[in-house]
């Protein structure tokens, strides 16, 4: 598979198969307001499905620039208190992200929500979700995860994102 080169750093969400709510954070969140914008934008976009129906969620933290303190706790909070919808909620990390960044993460999962997990690998994580899954979701989660590890951000992320079509910017 061919890099995806990027074209503008942003963060993204967005359901386009079935139930499957998949967010990619590749320029971070500074602000708590940012932090906010994500979660109106998972609100906006769960509004795409039935009210009954429950969401699968999959974070791509594997390009998360450093986060201070003050965002790493409401992040935190945010998804601790948040997704009544969630049948299931995921963050793919990488061992190579800054550390508070891992910290967030393994912060997340230790929530007392029995449904957030958190992976390093791939195949770890799709194996995880499948039970989850219908077989257009389980396809449109493996192309998720294959275009976050194409894509060559610098660690600062400072080069652009590009995007399937019509991303939402979550922040």
């Known amino acids: 598979m061919a890099a995806v080169v990027p074209t503008s750093v942003q963060n993204t969400c967005g359901i386009y198969v079935g ?8 320029a971070g969140y500074r602000t708590p307001q940012e932090v ?10 769960l509004t795409k499905i039935k009210e009954a129906q429950r969401v699968v969620v999959i974070s791509d933290w594997r390009f998360c620039p450093p986060l201070s303190d003050e965002i790493s706790k ?3 909070e945010r998804v601790a208190g948040s997704h009544p ?3 299931a909620i995921a963050a793919i990390g990488s061992k190579d992200s800054p550390a508070d960044v891992v910290r967030t993460l393994q912060l997340i999962q230790e929530t007392k929500n029995p449904a957030t997990r958190l992976f390093f690998e791939v195949p770890e994580l799709l194996s995880w979700a499948h039970p989850f899954l219908t077989g257009a979701e389980f396809r449109r989660l493996r192309t998720f995860v294959d275009e976050g590890k194409s894509m060559q951000l610098p660690v600062a992320n400072a080069a652009p ?3 399937r079509s019509a991303p939402r910017n979550c922040g």
């Open 74 to 76: 409401l992040l935190r």
């Open 19 to 26: 139930r499957l709510l998949e967010i990619r954070i590749l």
């Open 36 to 45: 906010h914008e994500l979660f109106e934008q998972i609100a906006v976009e």
């Open 161 to 163: 994102r590009s995007g």
């Open 85 to 87: 919808r969630a049948q």
